[in-house]
């Protein structure tokens, strides 16, 4: 009888918890797997996410084969529409440009569009060129090359740093355009954000862009950058927050919306967001998804903050919801 | 007399066992040869041909096969970059490796004193169960700087300004290139290509190498005159396996190629190899023909491992017909 019960006990358990699966972006890799832990404890509800890519994420999402995918860089409202799906952003990211100039020390050096599209078009070939000279005139940059670090795998890193430069650097825009890879002028690729890092300490002058938290957990020098009202932003949470706040989220477009050189006093440019894709024709695996996510913004900001991940501002997460709603899909 | 037919009876039964059991594993057996050996790289192909189609239709053979431009965003896409570094690293570690590899098969088989023998070769064999990543790492991290700074820099000082090789030596040396690529690359395929090399010169027949002693002849002449023209088809089967290795080696190269989609100008300049960029961009492609490129250059990849191993098979047959006469 004991025997039976237990079974029971068991079986029925089994059939409760929810089992949600998840593909996509290596970015959010970390924090999704913290979440799907204390959500687990929590409820009993089962995550189960891998870190296979955003392309594949997205792939995976319009092939049905798992209940969300997750993508650095947000499919335009005609996608969406085309595959039947939905989006939404959930965490907050950003690339930061950090470099290895001898003899400089400590110094945070100021970088504008200019100087960050000059670099990497293999334009600006020196540290001491006076164009980056007047853009720091404090320090006294050396007289050595530049070495230009990029990535050499697929990643969403790319995508936001050369959304970024199509938007500020028309000529960028031109001859390389952006996606999560592109077609590098100059400059030699590593792999993940740990070979840039390595090109650009073991290079005497390197430039590489890498991922904030990344660059944080590491400590690495990150530039400011001058945004689109001139100033020189330190990339930190709150200048994020400020570029996330600033953008104008729009539920009718599947909130495609690029964090890249938006407007505030204080909002860091090379920002970006990761997006989450559902299936709107299968509601109730949407459905598994969302209780997942809702619970993530109510309860798993503090989670992030730990992991240097930026939460989404309150005022966007009401759209979040709303926008649920509307589509039939919350939870 | 019931004895005797009980006897032939049991006999009778053992051998329909027998039989059965040997029926059996010639059927399970024969099937997986058949999936294993023909039915499996049949299969591969025509799925990466058909992955691959809508970029065949797009770029053709010839176009793609001689297009250089690698532009994921404008998908626009040609495979010479890819096809280049990995014919060109292929042959250079092929270059390095191969008098190397021929030496310590020769001092193995030859030189070496007999207690000595065993030692050496577990020892070269070892070398190739290392896993590749750790290659890749120890490249990355020690022989990069020690060829950026020291090995590079004194290359171009010494050959930079001899005509014609002196262009092979030109850029800024990052260590990070065709040639510490290659290097590495050698150093993976050393121990493997020793290996095949040994046992090709074991092969030879103690007689005739006696006999070469008994008209005089010298330690190296035997080597030279017997061992090796013996044994040539069998070394370049053994090399051509080898440059097996070398052309679909990932994750070393990964870390020392460079990964840029270029033509590389001289031997210090950065590269990429068709299974880098495979397993480099595969994750990320986010655009049918993107995906589709990469799977037509997969497909690059197997016809030439194919071809590669195809002219291996044919220097082995050669070699299995001269030990019958």
Sequence with gaps: MKKVLLATAVFSGAVLALEITGAGSTFVYPIMSKWAYEYNKVTGNKVNYQSIGSGGGIRQAINRTVDFGAT????????????????????????????NVPGIGKTVLNMDQKAVCDIYMGKIRKWNDPYLQQLNPNVKLPDRPIVVVHRSDGSGTTWIFTNWLSKVCPEW???????????????????GNEGVTNYVKRSQGGIGYVEYIYAKQNNLPAARIKNREGNFVEPSVRTMQEAAKNAKWDKSKHFYEVLTDQPGKDAYPITGATFILLAKDQPERAKKATTFFKWA??????????????????????LIFEYWKEHGVAP | MENVAEVQKSIKEIKTRGEFLERFLKFSFGFWALFAGLLFPILAGVILLYEARLAIEKFGF??????????????????????????????????????????????????????????????????????????????????????????????????????????????????????????????????????????????????????????????????????????????????????????????????????????????LDSFTTISVALANQFTEADTDVYLSALYYVGLLLYLVSFTMLGIAKFMVLRLEKRWKV
Excluded at chain 2, 83 to 111: D, H, K, R, Y
Excluded at chain 2, 130 to 154: Q, R
Excluded at chain 2, 253 to 266: E, Y
């Design chain 1, 173 to 191: 825009k031109e001859k390389v355009g952006y996606g999560t890879s592109v077609k590098w002028p100059v400059g030699v690729g590593g792999k």
């Design chain 2, 62 to 267: 010839i176009h793609f096969l001689t297009y250089t431009n690698w532009d994921p965003v404008a998908e626009d896409f040609g495979a010479l970059t890819m096809v280049f570094g990995t014919v060109v690293s292929t042959i250079l570690s092929m270059l390095i490796a191969a008098p190397v590899a021929i030496g310590i098969a020769i001092f193995i088989t030859e030189l070496a004193p007999n207690w000595f023998k065993p030692i050496v070769s577990t020892a070269v064999e070892l070398l190739a169960a290392i896993p590749s990543i750790i290659y890749g790492l120890w490249g990355f991290f020690i022989l990069t700087p020690i060829m950026a700074t020291k090995v590079e820099p004194w290359l171009q000082d010494k050959l930079g300004d001899v005509p014609l090789i002196g262009k092979l030596f030109q850029g800024a040396p990052t260590g990070v290139d065709v040639l510490t690529t290659s290097l590495v690359l050698s150093i993976m395929i050393i121990p493997f290509m020793a290996s095949v090399v040994r046992d090709a010169f074991n092969m030879v027949p103690p007689i005739m190498k006696e006999s070469a002693y008994g008209l005089g002849a010298t330690k190296w002449e035997v080597i030279r005159q017997v061992v090796i023209p013996y044994t040539a088809s069998g070394i370049a089967g053994g090399l051509i396996l080898s440059a097996g290795r070398a052309l679909g080696e990932t994750m070393a190269v990964t870390f020392l190629a460079g990964n840029n989609p270029q033509i590389p100008k001289s031997l």
């Design chain 1, 72 to 99: 650095d860089g947000p499919l335009t409202p005609e996608e969406v529409e085309k595959n039947k799906l939905l989006q939404f952003p959930v965490v907050i990211g950003a690339d930061v440009i950090t470099y």
């Design chain 1, 297 to 318: 913004y109510e309860k798993g900001d503090k989670y992030a903050e730990e992991l240097n991940y930026i939460p989404m501002p309150a005022n966007v997460k009401k």
